[in-house]
Nanobody
Framework: QVQLVESGGGLVQAGGSLRLSCAAS????????MGWYRQTPGNQRELVAR???????NYADSLRGRFTISRDNAKNSVYLQMNNLKPEDTAVYYC????????????????WGQGTQVTVSS
């Protein structure tokens, strides 16, 4: 079993910044990729950004340039730096990880964090 623990959400004024962190622990051989998704009430969860163990990234087109994802493989952690936040960025942000439990595992398992609320006031 793997746990993803997120931190860093909160309330910020428009134009401000926040940094989200997510640390994975448990039975982990490798994680590829790790990422962030967000969800607002009544809507589907959507990709914000994800990053491979090799550092390759992809972002939602609308967020490129304002958000930056990074990871620390040694700490099984992923981060999301969010700058120039807008009210429409208000959402619950979820950490996501595709985990290979052991070196001989044949399948990867997807895990989600509990979510952290980000609220941007105008």
């Amino acid at each position: 079993q793997v746990q993803l623990v997120e931190s860093g959400g909160g309330l910020v004024q428009a134009g401000g910044s926040l940094r989200l962190s997510c640390a994975a622990s448990g039975r982990i051989f490798s994680i590829n990729p790790m990422g962030w998704y967000r969800q607002t009430p009544g809507n589907q969860r959507e990709l914000v950004a994800r990053i491979t163990s090799g550092g390759n990234t992809n972002y939602a087109d609308s967020l490129r340039g304002r958000f930056t994802i990074s990871r620390d493989n040694a700490k099984n952690s992923v981060y999301l730096q969010m700058n120039n936040l807008k009210p429409e960025d208000t959402a619950v942000y979820y950490c996501n990880a595709l985990v290979r439990p052991t070196s001989t595992s044949r399948t990867d398992i997807q895990y989600w964090g509990q979510g952290t609320q980000v609220t941007v006031s105008s």
